[in-house]
């Protein structure tokens, strides 16, 4: 698994809500309260570590106290390619963990 799987599974599974970039202005979004996390805000996401994205992806929102409605994708997606997509979660914020 790449940062390129983990592309092509973020526009199928989670554009709807975080947007193609990654931006938060998916077409869904504007239905959702809280809105969705901004994937492209270095300041914000530089706060999580690499585990703290890993379980949101996985355990969805209620697994790191955040709102349920960010799904959980761990009986969707295997590790590899939860890995991946965090891989690219830290592309399109261009950051690390602090
Ligand atoms: C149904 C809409 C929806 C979908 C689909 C969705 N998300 Fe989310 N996501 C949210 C919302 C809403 C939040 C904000 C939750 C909050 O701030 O309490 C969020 C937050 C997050 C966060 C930030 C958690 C934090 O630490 O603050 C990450 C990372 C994330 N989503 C990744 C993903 C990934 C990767 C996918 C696709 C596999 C995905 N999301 C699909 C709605 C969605």
Not at 65 to 78: H, L, Q
Request: aromatic share 8%; net charge positive; glycine share 12%.
């Amino acid at each position: 698994m790449t940062v390129t799987d983990g592309e092509k599974i973020y526009t199928h599974y989670c554009s709807a809500c975080h947007g193609n970039k990654g931006d938060g202005k998916g077409f869904n979004a504007k239905n959702l309260d809280p809105r969705p996390a901004n994937h492209t805000d270095a300041v914000f996401m530089s706060k999580r570590t690499d585990k703290e994205l890993f379980d949101a992806v996985s355990g969805g929102g209620r697994a790191v106290g955040k709102a349920a409605i960010m799904p959980p994708w761990g009986n969707t997606f295997d590790k590899g390619q939860i890995k991946s997509l965090v891989q690219y979660l830290r592309k399109m914020c261009r950051c690390q963990e602090e």
